[in-house]
Nanobody
Framework: QVQLVESGGGLVQPAGSLRLSCAAS????????MCWYRQVPGKERELVAR??????DYVDSVKGRFTISRDNAKNTVHLQMNSLTPEDTAIYYC???????????????WGGGTQVTVSS
């Protein structure tokens, strides 16, 4: 199995910045993609940013404000969040799409989430 551990969440004022990190460890043969999702109570989990094959994608609401990056050697993904607004308040989850080193099958894992609160 693969474990994902997120860090970097917290309370920040509007227009502030936070940097989230997610470290993956375990039976990883290769990583196909690493993503950040977010969820607020009563709403579906939303894909925020995706890093795959050197390419990145973002949901429209964060384009120009958030940047996803990946450290391949450490199987770590970061999410730099700038110009935060109260609408960015959510639990942020890391997701990894990978090839299991034991089964050589494609699999996915989720982190436990980290709370981001944007409030004055």
């Amino acid at each position: 199995q693969v474990q994902l551990v997120e860090s970097g969440g917290g309370l920040v004022q509007p227009a502030g910045s936070l940097r989230l990190s997610c470290a993956a460890s375990g039976r990883i043969f290769s990583v196909k993609a690493m993503c950040w999702y977010r969820q607020v109570p009563g709403k579906e989990r939303e894909l925020v940013a995706r890093f795959s094959g050197g390419s990145t994608d973002y949901v429209d609401s964060v384009k120009g404000r958030f940047t996803i990056s990946r450290d391949n050697a450490k199987n770590t993904v970061h999410l730099q969040m700038n110009s935060l607004t109260p609408e960015d308040t959510a639990i942020y989850y890391c997701n990894a799409d990978y090839i299991d080193s034991r089964s050589l099958r494609r699999a996915a894992s989720w982190g436990g989430g980290t709370q981001v609160t944007v409030s004055s």
